[in-house]
């Protein structure tokens, strides 16, 4: 694990553009009902979330029979206003991460984004939910989530200054008898995320070694490189 840890928080290329700024939230409260309604809530609320100064709470409700059927629930000042399905199990021992809001997309409206661990071993253990919830014009959100691998956030960086922030995901690959880190960039607009690869020059693979490794390989071409985009993350959805 500590082999893992290195190597994802290391200087990789991307770091060197800017960083998105976000607000985070941490007082998650469980509540568990899993002997009289078999279900297990997880809530955190934001105060002054909206310009108005609505408050928004969110809500994962996962079933004990089930734990791979959950909800991401949303509140306004403490009326559902929305649902959206996930296919993972949310209970005490995943809901750990804060909730992190910013704009980024650029729109002007606050999103929120939500990670939460598989929880595996070994290289599993980089296994995450990545849940994105997009404001819209009317205060409603779009919820995007995929998998992803990172040993806590990583957080989406601005390539070209216009505040439409890149989102970088992660997989771990074989090619000719080795594994890489092959890292994928994609942009939100109104039809969901995309793949903006070709206009930075990505994807980029980096070998996976035993040892801190940040340097794009030159055991393939940039050229062949671009064989592993990924046209959307994996297990992606959108609603």
Do not use: C
Not at 216 to 228: G, N, S
């Amino acid at each position: 694990m500590i082999l893992l840890t290195g190597i994802l928080k290391g200087q990789e290329p991307f770091e060197k553009y800017p960083a998105i700024s976000y607000t985070e939230y941490k007082d998650w409260k469980l509540y568990d009902k899993s002997e009289k309604e078999k279900k297990v809530y997880n809530t955190l609320t934001i105060p002054d979330f909206y310009e108005n100064k609505d408050s928004i709470t969110i809500q994962l409700t996962s079933f004990v029979d089930n734990w791979d059927s959950s909800y991401v629930m949303i509140y306004k000042n403490k009326k559902q206003i929305q649902k959206f399905f996930e296919p993972m199990g949310f209970s005490q021992s995943n809901v750990f991460e804060p909730i992190r809001i910013a704009d980024i997309n650029g729109d002007g409206l606050t999103d929120l984004k939500i990670l939460i661990p598989y929880m595996g071993n070994g290289t599993a253990s980089l296994n995450v939910r990545a849940i994105y919830l997009f404001q819209k014009s009317n205060g409603n959100f779009t919820k995007i989530s995929f998998d992803d691998k990172m040993d806590g956030n990583r957080p989406e960086r601005d390539f070209d200054g216009d505040k439409n922030y890149e989102i970088i995901t992660m997989t771990l690959t074989g090619y000719e008898n080795h594994s890489y880190w092959l890292y994928n960039l994609f942009d939100y607009n109104s039809t969901g995320l995309v793949n903006v690869n070709a206009k930075y020059d990505y994807p980029i693979m980096i070998q996976f070694l035993y040892r801190e490794n940040y340097k794009i390989t030159d055991k393939i071409t940039r050229l062949k490189m671009k064989d592993f985009t990924l046209p959307l993350p994996e297990k992606y959805d959108i609603k």
